[in-house]
């Protein structure tokens, strides 16, 4: 399971997020530039919009900010629809759930806790547990060995076309959620299955 725009809508916000940092810091931006990007880890995102590695002085500063403007805006963020009674039915039904993400470490547990899931999955991986972020396979990969799973017996739930991408090039088949916004089934092809949100696919489940 991705997390963000998968069971929190919260790519706005981090768009948002980035957009403030990057203006501190000099960088001419607005949310239009970054919004496509998100789903993307700061190892990419840096580079595409400031022209700045994230392992620098520079762009550690600028992900520290993010991170902080992105806390305050934290707590006014919702669960997208469905996203509880989901991971419960498929904890009813045995399956393993593995959170597989770009955000940091230290995000993950924030995201999962205003996301009403974070007592239901104790598997995580972020992006600490990888080199580098989605459209890059490594995270789905880190989640497959996390969970002892082959890629053909896991399906990853996402919201991007970088999670579709991940996912492909891991060999795991990807069911992709709209409620992320901003992208088009047609940006999201190659998902096995493209639903509104969490509460659609449980819907089909049943």
């Known amino acids: 399971m991705d997390i963000d725009g998968t069971l929190l809508d919260s790519n706005a916000a981090h768009a948002a997020a980035w957009v403030r940092a990057l203006r501190e810091h000099g960088i001419d931006t607005d949310e239009m530039e970054v919004r496509p990007l998100i789903g993307m880890g700061a190892d990419k995102l840096l580079p595409a919009v400031a022209h700045v590695e994230e392992d620098t002085d520079e762009g ?3 992900s520290q900010r993010k991170s902080a403007v992105f806390a305050e805006l934290l707590p006014a963020l919702q669960p ?3 996203a509880r009674r989901l991971i419960e039915k498929l904890q009813r039904s045995g399956i393993e759930i593995v959170i597989a ?5 230290n995000e993950v547990a924030g ?3 205003q996301a009403g899931v974070a007592d239901l999955i ?3 991986t972020s992006s600490g547990d990888v080199e580098d972020s ?3 396979p490594d995270v789905v990969h880190a989640a497959l060995a ?3 799973a082959t ?3 896991a399906v990853f739930v996402g919201d991007t076309p970088y999670d579709v991408e991940a996912g492909a090039r891991a060999g795991v088949g990807v069911i992709a959620v709209r409620c992320g916004g901003h992208w088009q089934d047609e940006d999201l092809r190659g998902a096995v299955m493209i639903v509104n949100d969490p509460e659609e696919l449980l819907a089909r489940w049943r």
């Open 80 to 82: 997208t629809p469905g």
């Open 146 to 148: 996390r969970a002892g």
């Open 134 to 136: 989605k459209p890059d």
């Open 151 to 153: 890629p053909e017996e």
């Open 111 to 113: 995201l999962l806790r």
């Open 101 to 105: 993400t770009s955000a940091g470490k």
């Open 60 to 62: 550690r500063a600028m």
């Open 122 to 124: 104790p598997k995580r």
